[in-house]
C-alpha cells in the first residue's frame, strides 16, 4: 500500500470505530479479516493512526468545533495528522490526491480548516481537564474525588499505548529458556520487575502469536499485574480452586501452572464462546486438572451442589475495565453512569453467590481490572458490612511468597492497587477476604489429588 492509501484504510477503520457501538478490538479484527491483503508494515500504521484518533477523541473534537467543523472520521484523521504528527496542510492535501486507493482531494472547507490548526498541538490552555485527559466530564469528577493531586498523573499514564507482557508456562520452563526461545525467533525481552513470570516484549508490537514459544505453551500474553492478581490467589497444588469469572482463560491458565496439575480447578462462566476460547488454551499450555462449566447466570442452581467446597474462589468480577484504557480507549467513551451503576449491582450479586463456594478457613479473591472506588474498595466494604464471617487478609502478607521484588502496594492497605502510572502495569484492585473456621484443605488435597482430571466440561 501506498502511505496515503495507509491513510484512506485509516479513515475507513476510524468510521467503524466513532460510533463506539462495539469493543475497538472486534471491529479491527473484522477490519482486517476482510482484508487479507493488507500486510504487516500496512496493518502497523494503520492501527497506529486509528487508534491515535481513538486515544486524541475529545481533544480532535474540541478543536474540530473550534474552527466550526464537524468530527467526521475523515476530519479526524486529518486533525490528527496535523495535531499531532506535526503535517502541515500541503503535506496533507499531497496524500489527498484521489489517484488510486489514495483518499479523494481536500475540499476547500476541509483546506481551511486543516490551514487553521496547522502549528498547533493536541493540548491547549483553554481546554478543560476532561478533554486535555480524555475522559466524560461525570468521571473526571470521580478520578478527581479518588486521586485528588495524582489525578492528572494516573489519567495521564492511561493515555499511553500498553506494552505487551509475557507469562512464562511454569508446567513448560522456566524464564531463563523462555527469554532464549524468544531470542531465537528475534524477540528481545526483559524480565518483569515485580511478577517473577513476567517478560516485558521491547518491540511491543512483534508477532507473538507466530513464535513456537507461543504455539508450544511456553508463554502466554498477559499483563504483569494480571499475572500479580493470579499469583496471590495463593493456589497451591492439590487445593480445589474456582475461577468464578473465568472468561477466556487466562487468569485460570495462571492458576493451573502455579498448581501443577495437582488438586481441582474449576472455571465457570456464562459465555460458551469464552470458555471455548478457553480450552484451546488450556491444551496448548498442558494443563489437565482444569474443568470448565458453563453457569446459566451467577444464580445456576449448579453452584447450590458445589456449597462451601473450595479453598479459593477467584472472583474476577465483570467491571467498567478502567484500569485497561491503555488497551481499550474506546471503553471510556462507551462507559456511562447508568452502566456503572449496573456493573455495581452485578458485582455485588456474583459476590453473594461466589461466597457460597468458600469453605470454612478458605479463601475468597475479588479482583478488577478498575481504578474505580465504587468497583473496587466500596463493593469490598459493602461486602464484607453483610458477611461478617468474612475478613481481610492483607496482600502484603502474602507477597513474600511470590516475588522477591519490593511490595508494589501500600502496607497500611488490605487490598493491593495497581495503576499503569504508579507500576506500569493495567490498572487492578485485589482484595483477600478468609472466612473464619478451620480449613480441612490437607485432606481435601489428597482426595483432590487422586482425580483423574483432562480438562473437561461438566
Same mark, same amino acid.
Given at each position: ?42 496493518? +502497523? ?22 474552527? #466550526? %467543523?464537524?468530527?467526521? =472520521? ?87 499505548? !500498553? ?12 524464564? !531463563? ?14 524480565? #518483569? ?10 518491540? #511491543? ?79 496448548? !499450555? ?6 470448565? *462449566? ?53 458485582? =455485588? ?74 507500576? #506500569? ?16 484443605? *490437607?485432606?481435601? !488435597? ?5 482425580? %483423574?482430571? +483432562?480438562?473437561?466440561?461438566?
Amino acid at each position: 500500500m501506498t502511505p496515503a492509501a495507509r491513510i484512506q484504510a485509516a479513515v475507513d477503520l476510524t468510521e467503524a470505530l466513532l460510533p463506539l457501538e462495539r469493543p475497538a478490538d472486534q471491529i479491527v479484527a473484522a477490519f482486517l479479516r476482510q482484508r487479507r491483503y493488507i500486510g504487516g508494515g500496512d496493518r +502497523r500504521r494503520i492501527l497506529e493512526l486509528s487508534y491515535g484518533v481513538l486515544r486524541a477523541r475529545a481533544k480532535l473534537t474540541w478543536w474540530l468545533n473550534s474552527v #466550526g %467543523d464537524e468530527a467526521s =472520521a475523515r476530519a479526524m484523521v486529518t486533525a490528527y495528522l496535523v495535531l499531532a504528527e506535526g503535517w502541515s496542510a500541503d503535506q496533507v492535501a499531497g496524500s489527498f490526491d484521489g489517484q488510486g486507493f489514495n483518499p479523494t482531494r481536500l475540499e476547500a472547507g476541509e483546506r481551511q480548516m486543516l490551514q487553521a490548526l496547522s502549528g498547533k498541538s493536541l493540548i491547549d490552555p483553554a481546554q478543560s481537564d476532561a478533554v486535555r485527559l480524555e475522559v466524560p466530564d461525570w468521571l473526571w469528577t470521580h478520578f478527581a474525588a479518588l486521586y485528588g493531586d495524582s489525578a492528572e498523573t494516573e489519567l495521564s499514564a492511561l493515555l499511553a499505548e !500498553a506494552p505487551t507482557d509475557l507469562r512464562v508456562n511454569l508446567m513448560k520452563g522456566d524464564r !531463563a529458556a523462555a527469554l532464549a526461545a524468544l531470542a531465537k525467533e528475534e524477540i528481545l525481552c526483559d524480565e #518483569g520487575s515485580l511478577s517473577p513470570l513476567a517478560l516485558k516484549i521491547r518491540d #511491543g508490537r512483534a508477532p507473538i502469536a507466530a513464535t513456537k514459544a507461543f504455539r508450544n505453551g511456553l508463554v502466554e500474553v498477559q499483563d504483569e499485574g494480571s499475572q500479580l492478581i493470579a499469583l496471590l490467589v495463593d493456589a497451591k497444588p492439590g487445593l480445589r480452586v474456582c475461577d468464578f469469572c473465568a472468561g477466556a482463560g487466562g487468569k485460570t491458565l495462571a492458576l493451573g501452572a502455579v498448581m501443577q496439575n495437582k488438586g481441582q480447578l474449576l472455571a465457570l462462566d456464562v459465555m460458551k464462546g469464552r470458555l471455548d476460547r478457553a480450552q484451546v488454551r488450556i491444551r496448548r !499450555a498442558d494443563l489437565h486438572n482444569i474443568e470448565r *462449566h458453563l453457569l446459566r447466570d451467577h444464580r445456576d442452581p449448579w453452584l447450590k451442589r458445589r456449597k462451601a467446597k473450595f479453598d479459593r474462589v477467584l472472583v474476577d468480577a465483570p467491571c467498567s475495565g478502567s484500569g485497561a484504557w491503555r488497551r481499550n480507549p474506546d471503553a471510556r467513551w462507551r462507559l456511562g453512569e447508568e452502566e456503572l451503576r449496573r456493573l455495581v449491582g452485578l458485582q =455485588a450479586e456474583i459476590l453473594e453467590s461466589a461466597q457460597r463456594l468458600v469453605k470454612p478457613g478458605g479463601r475468597l479473591i475479588y479482583a478488577t481490572c478498575s481504578l474505580l472506588a465504587e468497583e473496587n474498595g466500596r463493593q469490598v466494604e459493602a461486602f464484607l458490612a453483610s458477611h461478617p464471617e468474612f475478613a481481610p487478609l492483607p496482600a502484603v502478607n502474602l507477597w513474600s511468597d511470590i516475588s522477591s521484588a519490593p511490595y508494589p502496594g501500600d502496607p497500611a492497605e488490605a487490598a493491593l492497587t495497581l495503576t499503569p502510572a504508579r507500576h #506500569g502495569t493495567d490498572g487492578f484492585f485485589m482484595a483477600v477476604l478468609e472466612r473464619a473456621g478451620e480449613s480441612d484443605a *490437607h485432606d481435601d !488435597a489428597k482426595d483432590s489429588d487422586k482425580q %483423574d482430571r +483432562r480438562g473437561k466440561e461438566v
